[in-house]
């Protein structure tokens, strides 16, 4: 009797055991299975997150450095045109330029008013630089540029020869194709009206 109650109770735990076995296999399967799909996670993440900082890195140009500058400068200078710009640096035309851009330099740097008279209503022959007039400003003439919407061309169109305005202006500019330096119209008074006020572009400033 003792012997099948032995035999028995072997069984019995020899059963047991079997039974304590199959749930940790399935646990293991359960961990498994949750784990595989974080770990693939991860690696997309991370796969992602590189990819991000490689296209980042290809679009974001690195900035020149001061001698790259330099060099690039003197490369293009001894080119035909880089020939040509130095002597019209040189000559009394472009000195003449440089001249009546130094007068108005801390106007621009301000954004402080110039005033000057309206000399024409149109710009030099051949000028590609769209809708502007002729100002004198202190004595030397001056292009000045605008870039107007649609809603403000009537008022700049009323502006007449021997009108007296005040401009600001952000910028200034020059070209040897041009023998007056090209101020950037971003506000003008008349009368002490406003007649235009650049209009930002979108995105832009």
Not at 81 to 96: F, H, R, T, V
Not at 152 to 172: F, P, T, Y
């Amino acid at each position: 009797m003792k012997n099948k109650s032995n035999a028995l109770n072997g069984s019995d735990l020899s059963g047991d055991s079997s039974m304590l076995i199959k749930p940790t296999k399935n646990m293991k399967k359960v961990i498994y299975a949750l784990i595989l799909p974080l770990v693939v996670v991860s690696g997309l993440v991370f796969a992602n997150r590189e990819i991000k900082n490689e296209t980042s890195k290809k679009l974001t140009p690195k900035p020149l450095s001061a001698a790259e500058i330099k060099a690039g400068r003197e490369k293009w200078e001894a080119t035909p045109d880089g020939i040509l710009y130095k002597k019209w640096e040189a000559s009394p035309a472009g000195k003449k330029v440089y001249t009546a851009e130094a007068k108005i330099r801390k106007n621009i740097k301000d954004y402080t008013n110039m005033e000057g008279v309206v000399t024409s209503l149109s710009l030099p022959p051949g000028s590609l630089l769209g809708f502007g007039v002729m100002v004198r400003i202190n004595g030397d003439d001056y292009i000045v540029k605008f870039e107007p919407e649609k809603s403000q061309l009537e008022q700049l169109h009323s502006l007449k020869v021997n009108d007296k305005i005040s401009i600001r202006s952000h910028g200034v500019s020059h070209a040897p194709k041009y023998s007056y330096p090209i101020v950037w119209g971003d506000y003008v008074e008349r009368d002490n009206k406003v007649i235009f006020k650049r209009v930002p572009r979108k995105g832009g400033c």
